[in-house]
Every structure is written in structure tokens, then in C-alpha cells.
């Protein structure tokens, strides 16, 4: 029992939690109370000073004033309200209410439902300019300083929550304002257009773009009538309760034609949660909510910005088929007819074998089931795969043979609540930007420590308390190491690994080799750091590590994966809260389609394809008898072409031409292909081989669901009417199947779901009720039950415990001395995968245009190029062609090339190639070197003025709001005024 | 071998069958909505022949310059002054109670009548009649209410 307070709240005596703060109350027991400032996320802002209470005869404010024993509060005394009200005219003094004719005007405005409830009528100080411009430099959002209540919120969240540290108030000056790296323009500063700062504004000083003349009915109106508009309004000085009923009402007009819709971002594997706005098919903003289980208000500069895809005039709007050199438009029977006829034909002739299916990381689960079910139940092969091949199988790998769950070991809230997180071959503020929020305040404000271990310095190396530079490919041999001296030290967790860990004696016989020395030798690491690595794991309560492509994309992959894991077991950092195993998935559903079975050797649930028992389940389930030898993964199928085994494809939403390794080569085998099916959004170059294109839809125009990188199902709904011809990709599916004699009949992606749970005991207890509205279910328990963090009743294995994984080191491939240049690749914020989606936004391409080749200072001076000087990168296996870009987040003689870019010219994958990870295929996209050759000198630099990477951050621990109290003409309002620490009442593990 | 195309052949429709197509569209939304499409005939019959129809027509052509117009007329001083007056008095007549409104207006319609009546007789009225009728409780309530009024008026005019 925690302890408990009695408090009289207006005259009632209440029992209270103790530590409770008076608002947080009031809110709990939907206690109508003003307040502006205050967000659950940010804790007391403390700025607008409405929320204020009479307290024992004091004024206080009820956001920030935890209540005490016998404490006497009145919420809305005489002397409680002139408070507010006070409080609340120095907020209309910098807040002009114009709301039937403003945007933000759609039942959401804090200021407007704030005034409106506290009764305001009038106010004392008229509305003044600030005497500032509007800032509409930024190409997704503007700042109106004269609409600006100054309560800080952005800056609370740009400082301390998204942790870009951009925002701030000059308290100072003769007249506030919010400030971009203290006085640049929106567009100039260190902003990463995140748009968090929109999110929480509580008016209309901080708007998306494209709401702007857009959201309601009178807002449209040219600036030469809306002024007026405006004075008259002004003049006639109507009571603020009529201008609030108006303005209500023509909110509840736009109600009916905005249609707000859930969905979950599709731009990595975060799994951000948020609601789309819509209307017709145009897309008005995304509005993120405290609801969503992942990222709360949280979002990134795609998730937010990135939908223009969608609305592109490039959408592939109807089937198209082959005929000489074009392809032409046909009718979906036409289109269905000829795929079933092809693909049945293939298959009579030379078996199902000679068939292929990739599925995708990017389409729902329910499409994903669907897809290994076409392949195995109507066409007789395990030959399907998806795009995990490419990136995070060896991590999945590691982690079975270890604890028997190829996912993350717990949550986001987790990683955040770790005592120390270790980041390995992984950029989150690129890559996974919600995630590395969460890191990065958790770091600011809590004490959370961090390491980071990477080729690249990336933003959160510059963060890191320990950032270190390992050889290309040999993380294993460091993390052996790591773990051998923290036994040898005996700070390992003796007793957890006596009770819930196998194959000990092993493992300290596999690991003795890896003494410091020689590890310091194996990987350029000082003895130094690796020790200090191994202290703080030792010193941290709770270790997260958090790895990405710079380890899977090695051939020891899935080695490195178990050393992971077996540093965890050793030191005690499995089996519970705030420490774990963290692959981070880079797409929405990599994990899902894995979990769905789309892989050689498994069904849905990662049952084996090759159980006997497994596999009567489903042939019941399927009626059909089924194939028990495991099928062709993404790598072998392309070999098989070349063997003139596999003859047909078909291939969704992958543009596996410039995502395998060594495009070239990738190329040549979809055009040796008899009949290439791909269904898709665009005409991608991977579509451009095909026989048919069948066009389905993204995720606005459908429903299902996608699975995240912590194992979180979540549904989507759908926002948009599908475009033109095309059609949810479950619904083209079935089509194929039905077009095959079989007779699927799926009227809703929900009873897909249920079949599939219905066979999968992870999933037992998961269904679409279950995912109601940003309602979640993360997988992880063999009795199907919702298991945020895993193994807390034991690993999944049959006798419960854990296994030190015993696979050996395989140090990189080797490259003839010519290639000099180790290549280094990935992804950086602005982009995803090979940009056919973030490439159709105008304002991504404006801020990130092209990609280019980092060169480390040292080596650009060695080699006489410099910023914009084009240079041509060879390999064993290809050539691109880009322009340099100096910069010391390379060292030496690595260079690194962003993977955005789907150019015969300028994609990445036309270098790599070759070396796969030894257990799983993935290919070692990172184990590439290079030559470089300059072809012109001078050129124009490829990353604008304006890119953020550009500025320089300002940061300040939040708001810093006693900088307002110690100004000469602020008169306080409440008695007391005492800064709340930024970050205390985080409720990170509550 | 299946060499990469770029080119998408759109099937182009004919005029004519662009026609065809929008007009088949639209006849299956006519028979569907037979009812209200009759009602709303006849509606624009009416409007056309008192030639509303015909006077819209042109207003909602002008709407912008119509809208200027009228809201530049809304701005002049006179206009908003009448509007603030408007609404002040609206608001001051909001607060009176209803009850006390009827009493008084009753109160005034009788002494109207007594007043008739006093005309009718025509007899003048000397300073001593005055002191006397203070005493008249009917007369003292009238003037206490009319001394009260004047008091909470200059109340008003305080502020």
C-alpha cells in the first residue's frame, strides 16, 4: 500500500496517493480546472500560470504543487479565479481570438477551449503585435509571433523531449519570443523538422503548412478581406463567449468534412501511432496523441511530413502488362487471368519449385500471411522471403539460439529506463529518430549513460559518454572481450546464470582467447576503453543494447548477435525490466512479416516448416498437402535463376533491384525471369522488369495491421479511398488465389488475422478487438497472452533457461590492395530505403537533395577533393558517380554513402556484393571497399545551406521559465515560484 | 530476357467515349435519386420564375466584391458603434429580472390611467397637496422606486 494524504478539495475530504500533484488530480477525477502549459509529457511548464488554486490561503499553482497532508484547496475561490484570470488576460494580450477564421480552429485549441471555459468575456489588455515578422521560411511549418502566448511548450519539447535542442525563449529581451538557435530563421537553424513543437503548440502560433487556408470554411479567404474580417471583429468587441459559440459552431462543420483517421507510420520499425487528417484525398496534417502507445506526441520529420507519396501523380493507378516495349493499361481480370495462366503454367511444367514470392516489410501482416500462404497452400513452395534477409535476420537468429525469441527482449520504455543504453552499429537519430528521443532525454535528464560504438559519428556519438571506433566488422571480438574481464572481475550476475543460463563451462572456454590484449589488437580498441566499457555496464542498473545494420550486415552477423546475447545473460541484463536485447527493426513491419511466416522455413509464429506436426496443422487448416522441405531464401532464389531453376516470380512492394546487394547482378536475374509479377505502388525499377504490375495501395488507403520493433501488433485504419484502380494488396491476393481455383473469401483484413491467430500460439489471444484504436498487443508468450518484456516466466525453451550461444568469430572478407576505401552505408533522417516514397515530397527533396560520398578531412586533403568535387567509387562489382561532402563524421579511409537513391548513377548497392553472413545470407552490405577516382574538382556542395547538419544546437535544460520571474516587470501570480527540475515527475516507468 | 520499361501506354478514351462514360455515370445516380431530383426541380421552377433564382445567381457570382462591400460597410464607425450599442443594450436588458420588468411595466400602464383620470378632472395642484400625497403609501412607493432607480443609475455612470 503506498502511502496515503487526507486533503479538502473545495470542502471535500478526499484520500489522496501521496506525491500526487493537484492538477495531475483534478485531471484523474475529470475535474474541470484551467490550464494551458501543462502536458502529462513535458510535467509542470509552469508558464501559464491558469491553473492557479487557493491553497491554505495562498495562490498556487495546481500543476506543480504536490499535495500535503490537511491541505485545504479551493479550485475556484474568489481569489483562486481572479488568479486565473489574471493569468489568462496576460495570455490574450499576446493572442489575438479570431478563431472562426483561423485553422487552427478544430475543436483541439487549448487557448480557445481554456478561455472559453473559464467564462473570459473580456479582456483588460488589448492584444498587442509583438513587432515581429512571420517566419515562413520553413517548407513544413510557420511561426506567428503575434499569435504566441509565450507558455514554452515547444521549447520544453524541442529541448528536453525531442532533445534537438533548437528552441528557446529570450526571457531577456524587451519583447519574448520563441527563437530557432537563438535568432536564425526557422529554415537556416539546427531544426531536424521533427514538427513535435506544431504538436503541442496550444494555438495557432506554430502550424503545419498545409493546414494553413486549408482546414476551415472562411480560412481560405484572400489576406486583402480576412483583415478586415479581422478589425471588424476587432472593432465590434463582441463578448468572447459569442465569438467562442461561433466559432464552435463552424468547428463542428469542419468535423464533418475532416475525417481523422488512426494509422501507423510507415517509415521504420518504431511503430509511431498517430492520426492522419484528411480531406476528400487530400492529406491536411498529422496530429500525434498521448494515446499512442510508442511515441506519444512524438514524431520525426517523415512520420509528420513525409505522406506526399501518396498523392503523387507517379502512383501506378491500374494493372498494367507487358507488350513489346511498353506496358500497357489492362482490367484486373485481364491482368488476373494472365498471372494465374503464367504462374500456373510455370508450375505445371517445372514444378512449384521453379516459383518464387518475396513479400514485404512495408505491407500489413494479414497481406504478409497471405503471401506465404499463395506460395506454400495454392502454389506448393516454400520459396517466399522477405526483406528481413536484408537486414536484421542474423539478429533474430542470434537471439533464438539464445533465448528462443528472435525480437526485442522489451520495450521503448525500457530502453529509456535502462540505466545504460550501448549502441552498436546503429544511428537511431537517423535511423530511428522516436527511439533515439526517448535515448537522448533520458541521457539529459535522468542520468541514463551511453556508449556508443560505431565507424560513423553520428549525433548520438557526439552525445555518447564513450564513443568508440572499431574496425569495420569486428564487434564480436570486442563485446567477447568486454564479457570475458567482467568475469574475470567477477562482476558478472554468478547466481542468474546458475539458475537461467546453459552451456557455461562452454562458454568460458569459447570466450578465453578474447583477452584484452589481443582484442585491443583485433579491433583498435585501447585496453582502456574496452575496460571502461565494461565498468559501466558493471555500474549501470540495467544494460540496453541496441544494435543495427553496422553489425547484421557482416558475415558474422548473426555471431555477433548471440555475443550480444551472451553479454546480456553473463551480466544478469535479461529476464527484466530496463535492460535488454534491442535489434531495431528499420522498417514498419520487418517483424511482422517474419512473424507471418513469409520465410523458407517456418509458418506463421516461427512454427518450422519441417515438424511433421506443425505442418498437419496447417495442411488441415489449408486442405492441401504441403512441401517439408524448406524453400529458397532472397539470395538462393537469385542463384536459382542463374541456374535457370527458378523461372517465375512474384515479387510485393520490394524494389529488390537496388536493396539486395550488387544491383547489377540483382538486375540481370529479373530480366533472365520467364514471368515476373510485382505488385506495387510506383513504377520502381524492380517493376520495370515485370511481366504484369499489379497495383495495390499504400497503408492510408487500407486497413490491417503492422507489427514493431518491440513486438507491438497495432492497427491501421484506412484514411483514404484507394486511388484510381488500385487495390488493398490482402484484396489482389485473394484475387490471384481465387484466379488459381481456390476460393478464398476474406471480406476484411480481420478475419484474416483471426486464421492467422488462430493457427499461431504467440497470437492466441490477439484480435482486432483486442487492437481497438491505439489499443496494442506485443507477442513474446507461448500461451498468446500480451508479454511487453519477455522471458520474466523463463526463456523459450523447453526446460525454461537460457543458452550461451558457442559460435565463433569470422573476422571480415578481404579485398585486393587496389580497393583502398573501407565504404561505409546506411540511411540519414530525412529519407527512407531508396527513396521511391520520401522522394515525391518536395520539401524532403528541398532540404536533402541528392546523395553524396562522406570523405574524412584527412582523406580529402590527401586526395585534393573538397565539398562538391564528383568523384567516381569503384568496387569489385560496380561504379557510382557523386559529390563529396567533407566532413569528420568519417575517419581515415572510411568514406560513407546514404543508401537513399534508386539512380544507375548514385545507388549504393551497384558497389556492394558478394560476402554473405555465414548463417542467415544476409549480405554484408557494410564489408564493401572501395577506390576513388576524382573526375571534376569543382562543384556545388550536395547538402543545402539549410540542411540542419549545417547549425549549430542550442541547448538549455528546458524552458529555464525563472528566467520570466527574474525579469523586472513580471508581477507574480502565484505565492510561490520555485523551477520544477526538468525531467522530475517523468513518468517513464509508471 | 526482360529488358526494364519505363513506358506506361494509357489507354486514352475517345471524346466520345469520355462522354459516354460520364453520362452513364450520371444517369445511375439520376434513377437512383428520382424523388428528390423531381422535388428539387420543381424548387428551382418557383425560383426561376420570381427571378430569385436569376438574382443569386449573380450575387454569389460577386461574391468577393460583394463580401468586401459589405464587410467594408461593417467597419465604418457608425456601423460598429451601432453594432457595440446593439449588443450593449442587448446585454444590459439580459441582466434585468423579468418579474421585476412585468411589475413595472404593469405599475406604469396603471399610473397612466390615474393620470388620465387626474387630466379628466382638471383640478390644479397646490404645494400642500404634494407634502399631503407623500402620505399616500401608493405615491411614496413610486417615488422610493424612482429615487432608488436614480441612485443605482449614478452607480452605473460611476464605473
Redesign the interface.
Known sequence: MSEKVNVFINGTAREIEAGTRILDYLISQDIQHPHVCYSEILGPVQSCDTCMCEVNGTIMRACSTVMEEGMNILTASEVAKKAQEEAMDRILENHLLYCTVCDNNNGNCRVHNTAEMMGVQHQTRPHRSKGYEVDMSHPFYRYDPDQCILCGRCVETCQDLQVNETLMIDWESQQPRVLWDGGKSINESSCVSCGQCVTVCPCNALMEKSMLGNAGFMTGIEDDLLTPMIDLVKAVEPDYQTIFAVSEVEAAMRDTRIKKTKTVCTFCGVGCSFEVWTKDHEILKIEPSENAPVNSVSTCVKGKFGWDFVNSKERITTPLIRKGDVFVEASWDEALDLVAEKLGGIKDTYGSDALGFIASSKITNEENYLIQKLSRQVFGTNNVDNCSRYCQSPASWGLQQTGGIGGDSATIQDIAGAGLVILVGCAPAEGHPVLATRIKRAHKLHGQKLITIDVRKHEMADRADLFVRPRQGTDYVWLSAVTKYIIDQGWHDEEFIQKHVNHYDEFLNMIAPYTLEEAERMTGISQEALIQIAEMIHDADGTAICWGMGVTQNIAGSHTSVAIANLLLATGNMMRRNAGAFPLRGHNNVQGAADMGTMPNIFPGYQQVASDEVRTKFEKAYGVTLPAKPGLDNIEMLEAIDKGELKGMYIVGEDMAWVDADSNHTQAMLAKLDFLVVQEIFLTTTAQFADVILPGVPSLEKEGTFTNTERRVQRLYQALETTGDSKPDWWILQQVANHMGFNWNYTHPSEIFSEMASLTPFFKHCNYNVLEGWNSFTWGSPDGTDTPVLYLDGFNFPDKKARFGLFDYVPPVEFPDEFDLALDNGRLLEHFHEGNLTHKSEGLQYKFPKVFVEVSPELAKERGVKDGTIVRLVSPYGAIRLPVLVTDRVEGKTVYVPMHSSSHESAVNLLTGGAVDVVTHTPAYKQTKVRMEVLEIDGENPLPRFNPRNATRTPQMGLEIYRKWERGDYVPISSVNEQVKPGLYDRRNA | ???????????ELTEEQQKAQSLESLLSEVAQNKDSLLDTLQLLQELHKSGILDAMNSLVKAK?QV??IA??Q??R?PV?NL??NA?AAG?ALTTLDPEMTKKLMNGVANGLEKAEQGLQSNSKVGILDLLKVLNDPDINRAIGFGLNLLKGVGEGLKD
Do not use: D, L, R, Y
Not at chain 2, 530476357?1 to 489507354?11: C, G, S, T
Open positions: 530476357m526482360a529488358q526494364p520499361i519505363k513506358i506506361i501506354k494509357k489507354v468577393e463580401a468586401k464587410v467594408g461593417m467597419t464607425e460598429t453594432i457595440n449588443m446585454g
